[in-house]
């Protein structure tokens, strides 16, 4: 298990880019497949991106492919999520999730979860 700690959510107008931050803890960063998750108001938590351990590829969900990027670095232990052209509907407490050694995006396989961090986009 590692402990997660988000950052960077914020208000900003549609159009407009918000960086997420999430640092992990410990020293076994690099064999986490990371992913961010997202829970808009009335709705289910929902799959975002995903980057696997091997930092070869990434998944992203059809809403924000093009718009979003998920990147990690290993050596600050530390995942991203760039959000670009953001739209109101990207209004959501973002989550960030870790999941040692797996190949997969499912919610269930990510052991580990931050406490969130709130992204309102304004029209």
């Known amino acids: 298990q590692v402990q997660l700690v988000e950052s960077g959510g914020g208000l900003v107008q549609a159009g407009g880019s918000l960086r997420l931050s999430c640092a992990a803890s410990?020293?076994?960063?690099?064999?986490?497949?990371m992913g961010w998750f997202r829970r808009a108001p009335g709705k289910e938590r929902e799959f975002v991106a995903a980057?696997?351990?091997?930092?070869?590829?990434?998944y992203y969900a059809d809403s924000v492919k093009g718009r979003f990027t998920i990147s990690r670095d290993n050596a600050k232990n530390t995942v991203y999520l760039q959000m670009n052209s953001l739209k109101p509907e990207d209004t959501a407490i973002y989550y960030c999730?870790?999941?040692?050694?797996?190949?997969?995006?499912?919610?269930?396989?990510?052991?580990?979860w931050g406490q969130g961090t709130q992204v309102t986009v304004s029209s």
């Open positions: 410990g020293r076994t960063f690099s064999s986490y497949t």
């Open positions: 980057i696997m351990w091997t930092g070869v590829t990434r």
């Open positions: 999730a870790a999941g040692r050694g797996i190949s997969s995006y499912r919610q269930g396989d990510f052991g580990s």
